[in-house]
């Protein structure tokens, strides 16, 4: 896991290596183990290293291939690089290291730009060709590992985190008002876009090539597929093939040189994740944060799993750590995080910041629990599955409107006022239609509505997830795995039948902005989701934890925001100086917060959303 920033001239002149040093000395909270810079012609590199794999010297990058002809800058790690090392030794490839870097560079001199296809993990990349001078990037198929790039003043430029790139005065920390429209719709970027002018995120599952007078041509090699399965395996068959999936992707990604943790949150996700490693790692150190509810109400009462947490604990002999978070605790942490964050992304993040703090203080690896949700339909009441044939227009419609989460495509006008001249041809359903790519003309089954939305989160909310996860370890110099995204159990789950993760239709769905008693209730019977993976865990798993109710991890800050955080909330925010004042209209911001402390509305989203803004690089300028 490492920092990797580049830097290609597309006029051909020489580039600026110091330029690129700077560029890497933005990224040095990913890599504090070591540092790395290289130069062609009209391409420089640099590199910030966290060691996991084979700590030596001999491992550092930019890293050259015995031939000279190629030089690798790489971010995360290949998990079945010793297989892939076999397999190119019988090519007749020679190795000097025990890295998987070099694995991954010897893979694509032999294999070529396909050589991704092979790669089980979470990577991006850039592989210079002297002789050809051109440049290869990829990204891995989930997004586990980011990859930012900008085109523009006759440069490219691309790097491990924006802020790298917007140091560089080619580009700058300009507002992308497109973007934040976007964000502002869905609490999370659906397109390529960020809040930086010209900034742009390198797609999930695709690779590109780009060279001196030639743009960026991105090729996907990779997407999910839900599907119902012409045939398949007696439900008895799949969920022991599940449960032997979900074993062998923990193993695999145990594989370090360094200490390995897990994050215990209490749910399924993460406490298998940990059952399974502390098979294999005696004494495993595991990591809990809860919060300090003394003022939640409603069903904020139930938002801190630390018991359950415990008590896999006690069952798996972890070395267990804990944090309690109270409603000062945003408050404190909100400049750092957001310097880290850069621009605001999905859902809450501070209490994700604060736990991995806590476990970068003893290991530098931690496990996640991150994707089982995502592939096995752990969010019911968000999959719009209409109980009739619908055509795929249709069916658009109905999610998108069910979908907004933020800020609704009536109210943007007035909020966004000094800005609104520019973003008023944002078309936020042309964005939403266009993450499902190629679709069926016609949605005719109830497993197909299903599929539909299993693809539409993996493609949204999973790969938001992936990308504040990987800023908020790395701020801390902590890399966190992602074992549910193994390939074998992805290919695995995108073919388990809808019936098998839901036990039934939901007819009525739950606007998540207003969490109010009809939100208590529903989520007081949400069993339903992840059902085969509960059943295929539950010989080794308490039952306290297989059949319970779905929590997603997040603080009571919808009562705080009207409590023990309100003057926090409005010296940020409705202050004459506020930042947010010059795209927004303080009005219509102060009567939102009002809805939100009369009770009137849940704005506890926007409201979070707002703070990341106000404390955001960005220039907030019309």
Same mark, same amino acid.
């Given at each position: 896991m490492c920092g990797i920033a580049?830097?290609?001239?597309?006029?051909?002149?020489?580039?600026?290596?110091?330029?690129?040093?700077?560029?890497?000395?933005?990224?040095?909270?990913? %890599?504090?183990?070591?540092?790395?810079?290289?130069?062609?012609?009209?391409?420089?590199?640099? +590199?910030?290293r966290l060691a996991i794999l084979d700590l030596s010297p001999a491992a550092a990058q930019p890293f050259r291939h015995a031939s000279g002809r190629y030089v690798v800058t790489y971010n995360g790690e290949v998990y079945n690089f010793r297989e892939l090392r076999a397999q190119l030794?019988? *090519?007749?490839?020679?190795?000097?290291?025990?890295?998987?870097?070099?694995?991954?560079?010897?893979? /694509?001199?032999?294999?070529?730009?396909?050589?991704?296809?092979?790669?089980?993990? !979470?990577?991006?990349?850039?592989?210079?060709?002297?002789?050809?001078q051109r440049l290869f990037l990829a990204r891995d198929r989930y997004g586990v590992k980011p990859l930012y790039y900008f085109e523009g003043g006759g440069q490219f430029l691309f790097a491990s985190e924006p802020v790298a790139i917007t140091s560089q005065p080619a580009c700058g920390r300009r507002l992308a008002v497109d973007g934040?429209?976007?964000?502002?719709?869905?609490?999370?970027? /659906?397109?390529?876009?960020?809040?930086?002018? %010209?900034?742009?995120?390198?797609?999930?599952? +695709?690779?590109?090539?780009?060279?001196?007078?030639?743009?960026?041509? =991105?090729?996907?090699?990779?997407?999910?597929?839900?599907?119902e399965p012409e045939r398949t395996a007696s439900p008895g068959? =799949?969920?022991?093939?599940?449960?032997?999936?979900?074993?062998?992707?923990?193993?695999?990604?145990?594989?370090?040189?360094v200490e390995v943790g897990a994050y215990l949150s209490g749910g399924i996700d993460s406490g298998c994740v940990t059952a399974i490693a502390a098979r294999e790692l005696p004494f495993l150190k595991s990591f809990t944060c809860g919060f300090d509810l003394h003022s939640a109400n409603g069903i904020e009462v139930a938002f801190d799993e630390r018991e359950r947490a415990e008590h896999m604990s006690y069952l798996?002999?972890?070395?267990?750590?804990?944090?309690?978070?109270?409603?000062?605790? !945003?408050?404190?942490?909100?400049?750092?995080l957001m310097r880290h964050m850069g621009e605001p992304r999905v859902g809450q993040s501070y209490p994700n910041f604060y736990v991995a703090g806590l476990a970068s203080k003893f290991v530098k690896v931690v496990l996640t629990g991150t994707g089982g949700d995502e592939l096995f339909g752990g969010?019911? @009441?968000?999959?719009?599955?209409?109980?009739?044939? !619908?055509? /795929?227009?249709?069916?658009?419609?109905?999610?998108?409107?069910? @979908?907004?989460?933020?800020?609704p495509p009536e109210g943007m006008g007035d909020l966004l006022a000094p800005v609104w001249?520019?973003?008023?041809?944002?078309?936020?359903?042309?964005?939403?239609?266009?993450?499902?790519?190629?679709?069926?003309? +016609?949605l005719n089954t109830y497993e197909d509505y299903v599929n539909s939305a299993l693809y539409f989160e993996a493609k949204t909310f999973l790969h938001g997830l992936l990308v504040v996860e990987d800023k908020l370890s790395m701020a801390h110099g902590l890399e966190s795995r992602v074992p549910f995204?193994?390939?074998? *159990?992805?290919?695995?789950?995108?073919?388990?039948?809808?019936?098998?993760? *839901?036990?039934?239709?939901?007819?009525?769905? =739950?606007?998540?902005?207003?969490?109010?008693?009809?939100?208590?209730?529903?989520?007081?019977?949400?069993?339903?989701?992840?059902?085969?993976?509960?059943?295929?865990?539950?010989?080794?798993?308490?039952?306290?934890?297989?059949?319970?109710?779905?929590?997603?991890?997040?603080?009571?800050?919808?009562?705080?925001?009207?409590?023990?955080?309100?003057?926090?909330v409005q010296r940020c925010l409705l202050r004459p100086q506020a930042r947010i004042n010059g795209i927004m209209n303080p009005e219509v911001v102060g009567r939102l917060l009002q809805e939100h402390m009369s009770g009137q509305r849940n704005r506890r989203l926007l409201i979070w959303s707002l703070l990341c803004l106000e404390h955001s690089d960005v220039d907030l300028v019309a």
């Open positions: 580049g830097l290609l001239r597309l006029d051909g002149a020489p580039a600026d290596l110091a330029a690129v040093q700077r560029m890497g000395d933005a990224l040095a909270h990913r %890599g504090p183990d070591g540092e790395g810079s290289w130069s062609d012609g009209p391409l420089a590199f640099a +590199h910030r030794r019988q *090519l007749g490839a020679e190795f000097r290291t025990e890295s998987d870097t070099e694995v991954l560079l010897e893979a /694509f001199v032999r294999w070529g730009p396909e050589c991704v296809s092979r790669f089980n993990g !979470m990577f991006a990349f850039a592989i210079w060709d002297q002789r050809e934040l429209v976007e964000y502002l719709t869905f609490q999370n970027f /659906f397109s390529g876009r960020t809040l930086y002018q %010209g900034v742009r995120m390198f797609p999930a599952g +695709h690779s590109g090539w780009i060279s001196a007078g030639r743009s960026l041509e =991105l090729r996907q090699y990779w997407d999910f597929s839900f599907r068959e =799949l969920r022991e093939e599940l449960s032997g999936l979900l074993q062998q992707a923990v193993h695999r990604q145990l594989v370090s040189d798996y002999k972890t070395e267990h750590y804990e944090m309690v978070l109270k409603s000062g605790d !945003m408050e404190r942490v909100m400049p750092r969010y019911p @009441w968000r999959y719009f599955a209409p109980d009739r044939p !619908m055509a /795929f227009d249709d069916y658009v419609d109905g999610y998108y409107a069910n @979908w907004q989460r933020l800020v001249q520019q973003a008023r041809q944002v078309d936020t359903r042309q964005i939403f239609k266009d993450v499902f790519g190629s679709h069926p003309s +016609h995204l193994d390939n074998d *159990l992805v290919d695995f789950a995108m073919r388990v039948p809808a019936r098998l993760k *839901l036990a039934s239709r939901h007819e009525e769905r =739950l606007d998540e902005n207003t969490l109010g008693p009809k939100a208590e209730q529903y989520f007081q019977r949400t069993h339903d989701g992840k059902l085969i993976l509960r059943e295929a865990v539950e010989p080794w798993m308490p039952k306290m934890v297989t059949r319970a109710a779905k929590q997603g991890f997040s603080a009571p800050d919808a009562s705080w925001f009207r409590g023990e955080s309100l003057q926090y």
